[in-house]
């Protein structure tokens, strides 16, 4: 069975940094692009960052880039999120999901970040 | 960016009766290998996203066949032929054809 499961999601203060992890077990990790997807409290979803099978593809939507930085380790079949620079906006339930062809055909149950002073 | 617009926005239904959201893409969502990269979500109360069809209209597994995905270039369709309860949720279309994703504005399904 595939799953995922983040970790890492806290309260932090504007300007702080926090890392995301995203467990998957239950398929071979090192053959799926995998993404990270946010929601804010009571609005809808957006992506934000995506990653090849190898590590050597990353992309960012444009309010997250120069700020995160998507990561994997196969060996760890672990994906993760740096986010640096942390701002109010940023505050959201943060999904981690395999990617199939276009499509995000598994998502993790979220992690809550809170971006507060 | 190509901006992904839902329509309607409310959708209250009777159990029984069918369904349909509709998804209009700013561009067309046909990929160089003949699919299209788009793809249906339902958001249940407290709950992830979990995918419904990808590829335009190819259900995904253990999707109940009530559901069904239809479209092409621009404008794509989502059906429920019986809404039932556990249909409950916000319904989510999404590109992903090129980067940035980019969703829909989420059209909320709830039982009259």
């Known amino acids: 069975e595939v799953q995922l499961v983040e970790s890492g999601g806290v309260s932090v203060q504007p300007g702080g940094s926090l890392r995301l992890s995203c467990a998957a077990t239950?398929?071979?990790?090192?053959?799926?692009?995998m993404h990270w997807v946010r929601q804010a409290p009571g609005k809808g979803l957006v992506w934000v960052s995506r990653?090849?099978?190898?590590?050597?593809?990353?992309d960012y939507a444009d309010s997250v880039k120069g700020r995160f930085t998507i990561s994997r380790d196969n060996a760890k079949n672990t994906l993760y999120l740096q986010m640096n620079s942390l701002r109010a906006e940023d505050t959201a339930v943060y999904y981690c999901?395999?990617?199939?062809?276009?499509?995000?055909?598994?998502w993790g149950q979220g992690t809550l970040v809170t971006v507060s002073s | 960016d190509i901006v992904m617009t839902q329509s309607p926005l409310s959708l209250p239904v009777t159990p029984g009766e069918p369904a349909s959201i509709s998804c209009r893409s700013s561009?067309?969502?046909?990929?160089?290998?003949?699919?299209?990269?788009f793809s249906w979500y339902l958001q249940k109360p407290g709950q992830s996203p979990q995918v419904l069809i990808y590829?335009?209209?190819n259900r995904a597994s253990g999707v109940p066949d009530r559901f069904s995905g239809s479209g092409a270039g621009t404008d794509f369709t989502l059906k429920i032929s019986r809404v039932q309860a556990e249909d409950v949720g916000v319904y989510y279309c999404?590109?992903?054809?090129?980067?940035?994703?980019?969703f829909g504005q989420g059209t909320k399904l709830e039982i009259k």
């Open positions: 239950g398929y071979m990790f090192s053959t799926y692009w």
């Open positions: 590829w335009g209209s």
């Open positions: 999404m590109q992903g054809l090129q980067t940035p994703y980019t």
């Open positions: 990653i090849n099978e190898h590590g050597t593809i990353t």
């Open positions: 561009q067309s969502l046909l990929h160089s290998n003949g699919n299209h990269f």
């Open positions: 999901g395999r990617d199939v062809a276009g499509a995000n055909d598994y």
